[in-house]
């Protein structure tokens, strides 16, 4: 279990809390909602009101982490979110394509909605005009990846967060805060299986001494890449599911768990799981869990 | 003109074209690290392109210093790299580039490897660890060594490159230099930049084969040159400036040019900018490499 030395900068988004000490506040968990070909609405309004549903029950908070390919689904996904998620409710959008991201963020202005979102996500791909509709269009919080092309230790990790890796002109932190997003949760970008893949896990606590911000990242990516598991058909979705329960060990603060479809069996392993790091960080760190976690709400 | 033309070539960095997009769609698909070669290998097809003849890898993945301390042992990258343990050599650091560029480059081109100097390195660190300036400049001048050894069956000649002599010549700096060359054969080039000039007899002195300095920058160093030069070592000469943007016109680096056959005659043995060209925007940067090839077009009746 780890304590840090550096003050944990602590962000709130509408009652739902990102990092502090470890066992202060609950896992904050992303769930992937993916749309192939037409959006289908009605389904991923079930397994959004599903994931709420579970994460009302343990403590732990959900957020849907909707994947924006096309230009032509912005405005009909970004209206779907509004309708099905409570008022003010967070969200965050994944768009890889930097054409379509600058589209979304006009769109998300144009909806009443950047106050509420989670930009996912800022990296060393920046585009000049991404980062002009950035600061003209600044979401509430932003998740910055830490790729460093360069180098995959944790020290690279640092190393693009800090100075940018002599790939831009500044590190990443500095450059959310130009943009004009003042509130950044760490990705410690999970590599490959055989390409040093668990320093993704190693980085959480190493942003976390170093910066004092919320980490996290999306290891189960790392499990969907181990080819060898193919063969193990029964134990792929447990080990991909299981996958998350480093993030929280290491000190973490979120994580993007894959699928939204697996929110049933995610949100409780977590809470256990926070509830294991809760018991011993409050005992020995004296660090007390917040008023919603999991340890109070399943506990008693 | 029947002296023998010197080869045009870089002091090591070549403005990189790094497709950043291209490199996060790389890890979003399958995360992993992106290949560096197709970058390495279109800085190399411009500097050939442009008529250099003795080519570098052209130092594409970092700032010179920072390509070693990312690779050795015991330093970490930060705004300034920070020495946290004992400096160790744990695996080539060029190596594989300078092969993989041995096998693009044309078979009449040749290959300069490039190490940073142990001097320069030792301050321009954070020393956490040694509390000793000549104790942490011989660790990174061992590590250097290995590296020299390693790629000197892969190049033609290895440059080491010592910025910081401009700012302070040490007293050991000749036993640094012996000890990073010590295992290798190839010929050796020393690159210091920057106002040298009061330094000359003691950069004469230095166990190399080739001394580069900044003629264009500091043209004084002609003179402090003529007044020490005794023909033990070759000249390559800097004759366009790597800090500014301005192209120099092919008839001012045949000036340049035939000032410094006056003063070191058939000891001329390379011409190139005064410095890495790494800040400069590429298409100025091939300019300035295709002007000096046309001002020694000229000046050697080709």
Redesign the interface.
Known sequence: MFSFTKDQQVFELQDIFFGGQPGLHPTVLFGGLFFKGNPDFTSAEKEIQSMLDVSERVGVPGIPDVFIKKEKDIDSILSFIKRVLPEGYPFSVDI?D?VVKVKVLKALDDHGLLSRTIYNSL?????EREQSMLSKHSPAMAIV?A?N????SP??K??VL??GA???DQGLLDLAKTCGIDQVLVDT????PG?Y?GAAIAALPVVKEEFGLPSGCAIH??VE?STWLKDFECAKPLVDQSSNVNVPVFGGDFLLFGPIEYSSTVFPLIAWEDMLVSEYTEGYFGVTPSSGHPRRRLMG | MNVEKPVLTVIGSYPAE?D??Q??????Q?????S?QPVIRQAVKRMVDAGVGLVSDGQT???FM?IFT?GFGGC????RTEVVEPIEFIEPVTLSDLEFVRSVLPKDKKLLGLVVGPHTLSQSVVDNVYDDERELAFAFAEALRQEAELIEPVVDMISVDEPFYANGFPAYATDLIEHVVSNVSCPIRLHACGDVTDIVPSLLDLPVDVLSHEFAASPGLFDAFSEHFDESKQICLGSVRSDQDRVESVDEIVSHIQRGIEVFGTQLSQIAPDCGLRLLPESVAFEKLTRLHNAIMVVYNE
């Open positions: 890889t930097p990296h060393v791909g920046v585009t990846v790729f092309p360069k180098d995959k020290d690279g640092v190393e800090e100075n002599n790939l831009i970008a999970a590599l490959a390409d893949s990516n790392v890449k | 790094v950043r997009l490199m996060m769609e790389s890890y979003f399958r995360l992993q690290l992106p560096w993945r970092d700032p920072t990312r970490q990258v930060r705004e």
